[in-house]
């Protein structure tokens, strides 16, 4: 039958079959936060678990731990009721959904962290590669938990939960030479484990399968910062694509807000040393002085003009939104807002919940012409294309 459909259709299908068998079932994430470990130690927290190493099979219960090791290209585990097992992986493999574990880098201080699931170690090129097999709900609540704190309301977190899942369904592929989908930190999105809030849960549930697309039903870039200052950034400004869906409004929501103000105070000698480093060439007349009432692209002193972004970048400022003052010997840096101002506004979108806005408000505050429509209705999108 399919032998008479053009070749570009049967591609079409099987990308959306791919899409959808993702939609509700597990997404295997990269735990690279463990930071490239060589042994790591597994504790069961709750419920009743299966180890699969080699040929064995052992039931692990509340509380045991298990150890392992990387020995090469090979691992080693062992348990408190078996010898060392030398094998190719470990399976650590979840009875039911209410189980969840811990794991800790054995030579990390980091404070162990907890997740639902199963748990596969292998051996990778120099260190050892854990990869949680998680249910996309359980994972996506931990995502919010990570990336959006646990202060706010449901329609807050229904807003992040549906920014999340786009973003997912959108980088599904990114990790796929890596043997996962994709990774724990904010290369894809932050995942430091299960949500310990009922709330992100409810959130999460609330939205299933919900994701934001433009009128072609695409799945679109939502980027979100944490305080845009009062006015959110073109995308166009900061990177080079400019996406229709992202022009810039000016928010009255998030003014008042933690991040809303910062200042910093830099060496005068340092910042026109800097400058000149760059492409200036100073005059004694040159105004350094710099006013951005409104969001600008370009800082200017005399005829020189450098990208706020990259003054951003390399003077670790919280955003790109700032004006500069000097006098004899400082310069001084009045700022606002944090992060890169593009898309979303966490600051600003909590306040709008704490008004009474609901999630479909706050995204079409934020974004321009964007539809919620479920993931089995989304056309494959390019990037998810272009893997194949
Ligand atoms: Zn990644
Ligand atoms: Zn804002």
């Known amino acids: 039958m399919l032998i008479n459909y053009p070749r570009s259709i049967i591609l079409v299908m099987l990308l959306a079959a791919n899409l959808h068998s993702q939609a509700n079932g597990v997404i ?36 045991d731990n298990i150890l392992i090791n990387r020995a090469g290209e090979k691992i080693l585990v062992s348990t408190e009721m078996s010898n060392n097992i030398l094998a190719d992986s470990v399976v650590i493999q979840s009875a039911e959904k209410a189980c969840y574990f811990s794991i800790r880098n054995n030579n990390r201080a980091a404070e162990p962290r907890e997740y639902t699931g199963n748990l596969i170690v292998k051996s990778d090129i120099e260190s050892l590669l854990a990869i949680n097999e998680v249910d996309n709900d359980m994972y996506l609540a931990g995502v919010v938990q990570s990336e959006a704190g646990v202060k706010g309301n449901i329609e807050y977190f229904k807003t992040q939960a549906v920014l999340a899942r786009t973003y997912l369904f959108m980088n599904i592929k990114r990790h796929t030479l890596d043997g996962y989908h994709v990774c724990d930190r904010t290369h894809c999105q932050a995942y430091n484990g299960k949500s310990e809030s009922k709330t992100i849960n409810q959130a999460v549930h609330a939205t299933r399968g919900q994701v934001l697309v433009n009128a072609d039903s695409l799945l679109v870039f939502t980027p979100f910062h944490s305080n845009c200052g009062g006015q959110t950034e073109s995308s166009g400004n900061v990177w ?5 869906h992202i022009s810039g409004v000016t928010d009255p929501y998030c003014t008042s807000s933690n991040n809303a103000r910062w200042t910093k105070k830099i060496n005068r000698k340092d910042w026109i040393s800097y400058l000149r480093n760059n492409g200036y060439r100073h005059n004694d007349n040159d105004i350094l002085d710099f006013e951005q009432l409104n969001r600008k692209r370009y800082y200017s002193a005399g005829s020189f003009s450098y990208p706020l972004t ?26 606002k807002g944090y992060g890169h101002g593009v898309g979303l506004c966490q600051e600003g979108a909590r306040v709008m919940t704490e008004r009474g806005f609901k999630m479909r408000e706050i995204i079409d505050f934020y974004f321009d012409g964007l539809l919620i429509i479920n993931i089995d209705d989304v ?7 272009s893997a194949f």
């Open 310 to 335: 990259r003054l951003r970048e390399d003077w670790n400022l919280k955003s790109s939104f700032f004006s500069v003052s000097l006098d004899d010997s400082t310069v001084i840096l009045n700022g």
């Open 379 to 385: 056309k494959p999108s390019l990037e998810i294309s």
């Open 28 to 63: 295997r994430v990269g735990l690279l936060s463990l930071d490239n470990p060589l042994s790591l130690t597994v504790t069961v927290i709750e419920g009743n678990y299966k180890l699969l190493a080699g040929r064995q099979s052992i039931v692990l219960l509340k509380d």
């Open 240 to 244: 080079l694509t400019r996406m229709p």
